[in-house]
């Protein structure tokens, strides 16, 4: 059984029956934290809180609320063997918005593995000293194989052929991308379909917003 499908222009979401732990929302934090209580660090991830991708480094997307830190974190184990594959740094150099990581394809990391599912977390750093004090949201990513239908698909195509094939990520990023250039309507329909229509006028940062400052990896 699928998952409600959502129609419109040309794209239809149509995602897994698949769900998993966590929350695409932070909680409440501490009094002392960077970010004021009635707002929330949000991934932007279905309602079940899992996605696929074809992408071993995949992006995630992410909104973040007005916050006067200066880092955020990401770190990623495997699911099943709970090993560290990834934890890594990034600059904040934006206030507010929509912003993204990747996981680094730097000649050291490794690429996610096919068939792998994987928890990642997304931290925004609040207290250097003390871990406690981070707002968290937590989300799962699996890799599956390349779909012949994407190899010669323009941009513009790419968000509906992710959509219809259930790929949560690559269709969110093919659809960040569009909207940089000027057309947002897939990126509405997307975050519509997970009920995140409240963050569709929400600016959506650029790529270069978030550096990554460092990293350790299981490559290393």
Known sequence: MDLPAIAQS??????????APGNRQSG????????????NLISLVPQT????TVEGYPTFYFYLPPTEARQLKLVMLNDATNEFVYEGRFSIQANSGIASV???NNGLQRPLEVG??????LAVICDENDPSADVVVEGYVERVAPIAAADEASPT?????????????????????LKEDGSSTEWETLLEA????????VPLLTHLSFQEQSAASDSQ
Do not use: F, K, M
């Not at 040309?10 to 769900?19: C, G, K, M």
């Open 28 to 39: 409440s934090t501490r009094s002392t934290s960077c970010i004021a209580p009635r707002d």
């Open 157 to 177: 195509v790419l968000p509906a052929i992710y959509a219809e094939e259930g790929l949560w990520y690559d269709a969110v990023n093919a659809s960040a991308e």
């Open 116 to 121: 792998q599912r994987y928890v990642w977390y």
């Open 102 to 104: 990747s996981l680094p």
């Open 49 to 52: 809180n899992y996605g696929q």
């Open 10 to 19: 040309r794209l239809r979401l149509r995602l897994p029956d698949i769900s």
């Open 194 to 201: 997970v009920e995140l229509d409240d963050l569709i006028a």
